[in-house]
């Protein structure tokens, strides 16, 4: 099975070669004027009709091309068939479409379902993979550490470890944006997350979540078929996770015994704490497990995309010297305006090179979406890729803009970076938060300026720039 995967897969050019030619010959479509969907012999919208582990590769590991390339072959609404079995993902991209799902009954639109390829990684009582009532309670529990006064108490620390950053970036060196925003949102979820502050721990943990983090689309893809996990990189992969689950579990054992638990502010600590019981609802505390789970998918969700927005932002900043002026200027300000305008350059960073590409939803009953019958079982999700890409969306997408986000939104569902409805990430404003502060440390100190152009590639289930988004920094 893994000769047979990595086979397929190595069949696929790498991202910078996959070309609409290339699809074409792949899957002997044409391409059609991309508006009005035509419904496929089986029930269900169009799609291509190559073998399913190559069109779940294309979908892992060409996402940027792929979602383009669908939407102009085959309309508004579309299907792909994924591994295990051929489960049918049907993408919808107008914002109606969005509304429709971000506002269906979460009790029959699964979003847990939907993530369930994380599943191995997250565990089952991850948010990300919960529905119904244990979602419910999970996000109340969970919501108190991601309050407006929560933030506020997080900011000062991770505005401390921004500064601490920036202050050691030699001077007049290109680096890799990427690696460095990759570093400083790790130490932020260690400390601000985990409430980590031992250095032996510290150590021990940061190569465990960068492997974590740097799963490749074939070993995501290989959880679809359990027997892999005794060989090669899958094997590697759960020894890792064994491993980091022995690092979390000693943490949370000794927090739970810590006798400054109290006056702790990190996010575990509050969880600990609180656990919802203190407001009466009867939610009860999260186990050692629920903590663990819920701790792994904040540090998935909430660390390598915030790094990857920042890497981008600052690679558009060095591309165009008055905007990085713009936001110098920001940087050295403090009012409410300056910080306005750095969330406008980290909202449009999100928007023109989207970490995740897509909102998935798993059908518990027969629905109707943008006037399209679908069975039981079927998921279906907006894209993330296209949404963002759509000249009435967005005029002239293709450039870097953060006006469009200052004193104005765009139109509702065509900016979706954090999902939406009762299932809208529940670290957006964490998210916001940091990058504000990264970029205002950042750029007081520094000019930077983007020497090579630079494009997407796929990590994980997360895009982020192929050459890690390289910059020259300047003291100022």
Excluded at 81 to 86: A, M
Excluded at 426 to 451: K, N, S, Y
Aim: aromatic fraction near 6%.
């Amino acid at each position: 099975m893994a000769t047979t995967q990595n086979a397929l897969l190595d069949q696929l050019p790498e991202t910078g070669g996959l070309t609409e030619e290339r699809f074409k010959k792949m899957s002997g479509a044409s391409v059609g004027d991309g508006r009005a969907p035509r419904v496929a012999p089986q029930g269900l919208p169009p799609g291509p009709r190559w073998p399913v582990l190559v069109q779940s590769a294309a979908l892992m590991r060409f996402r940027h091309w792929f979602h383009p390339y669908l939407h102009r072959t085959y309309g508004d609404v579309f299907t792909v068939r994924l591994v295990p079995g051929g489960q049918p993902l049907v993408f919808f991209t107008r914002p109606e479409h969005a509304k429709e799902i971000f506002a269906a009954d979460p009790e029959f639109f699964h979003a847990g379902k939907g993530n369930a390829i994380l599943g191995p990684i997250m565990g089952e009582h991850s948010l990300l993979l919960q529905d119904g009532d244990d979602h419910k309670r999970a996000r109340k529990l969970l919501m108190p550490a991601f309050n407006g006064a929560a933030l506020r108490e997080y900011r000062s620390l991770v505005t401390d470890l921004a500064a601490d950053e920036a202050a050691h970036w030699p001077d007049g060196v290109v680096l890799r944006s990427l690696d460095r925003m990759n570093v400083l949102t790790l130490e932020v979820i260690l400390r601000v997350v985990f409430g980590v502050t031992d250095e032996e721990r510290l150590a021990a943990m940061r190569p465990r979540v960068n492997a974590t983090v740097d799963i490749s689309p074939a070993v995501l893809l290989g959880w679809g078929y359990p027997r892999l996990q005794r060989f090669g990189p899958w094997r590697r992969t759960v020894q890792n996770q064994a491993e980091l689950d022995r690092l979390i579990y000693a943490e949370i054992r000794e927090r739970r015994a810590a006798p400054d638990l109290a006056e702790r502010s990190d996010v575990l600590s509050r969880l600990i704490r609180h656990g919802g019981a203190e407001e009466g609802e009867g939610l009860g505390g999260l186990s050692d497990t629920e903590l663990r789970d819920q701790l792994i998918t904040l540090l998935l969700a909430g660390h390598e995309t915030t790094a990857t927005s920042l890497a981008w932002a600052l690679y558009e900043l060095g591309r165009d010297p008055e905007l990085l002026r713009r936001s110098q200027a920001a940087a050295d300000g403090d009012g409410a305006e300056d910080d306005a305008w750095l969330e406008a350059v980290m909202k449009e960073s999100m928007r023109l090179h989207p970490v995740i590409p897509m909102v998935v939803r798993t059908l518990m009953r027969p629905a109707t979406i943008g006037g399209v019958d679908l069975p039981r079982g079927v998921t279906v999700g907006p894209s993330i890729i296209v949404a963002h890409q759509k000249s009435e969306n967005h005029p002239d997408p293709e450039v870097f803009r953060p006006e469009r986000f200052l004193g104005q939104n765009p139109p509702t569902n065509t900016w979706i970076p954090f999902g939406g409805g009762v299932r809208r990430c529940i670290g957006a404003g964490f998210a916001q938060m940091e990058g504000v502060a990264v970029l205002r440390e950042v750029l007081r100190v520094h000019d930077v300026a983007t020497p090579t152009g630079d494009v997407p590639k796929v990590r994980n289930i997360t895009s982020v720039p192929r050459g890690g988004a390289r910059i020259r920094v300047t003291r100022r």
